[in-house]
């Protein structure tokens, strides 16, 4: 199995700036993209960013500019940089790692932006 271990989230002002992280371990050989999807209470969970094999990326239209996900390929490690956060972005976060097409979830971290 692949487990996922997250950190960073909490609670922030409007126009602040947070870092997680998600570091990935277990039966790990072939990854096909790592990313991060969030879900607010009453809400799908939605796609935030992902990084893909080759270091592709792709981001939410509603956070292009702001956040950036980036990935330690030794460390099998994923990180999303999150800058100028509003009210709107909170959400749990989660990590998710793909692989052979096999999705696979990190717990979820709560991000809370007050105004």
């Known amino acids: 199995q692949v487990q996922l271990v997250e950190s960073g989230g909490g609670l922030v002002q409007a126009g602040g700036s947070l870092r997680l992280s998600c570091a990935a371990s277990?039966?790990?050989?072939?990854?096909?993209?790592m990313g991060w999807y969030r879900q607010a209470p009453g809400k799908q969970r939605d796609l935030v960013a992902t990084?893909?094999?080759?270091?592709?990326?792709n981001y939410a239209d509603s956070v292009k500019g702001r956040f950036t996900i980036s990935r330690d390929s030794a460390k099998n490690t994923v990180y999303l940089q999150m800058n100028s956060l509003k009210p709107e972005d909170t959400a749990a976060y989660y990590c998710?790692?793909?692989?052979?097409?096999?999705?696979?979830w990190g717990q979820g971290t709560q991000v809370t932006v007050s105004s």
């Open positions: 990084v893909i094999t080759g270091a592709k990326t």
């Open positions: 277990g039966s790990i050989f072939s990854i096909d993209a």
């Open positions: 998710n790692l793909r692989q052979r097409g096999i999705h696979y």
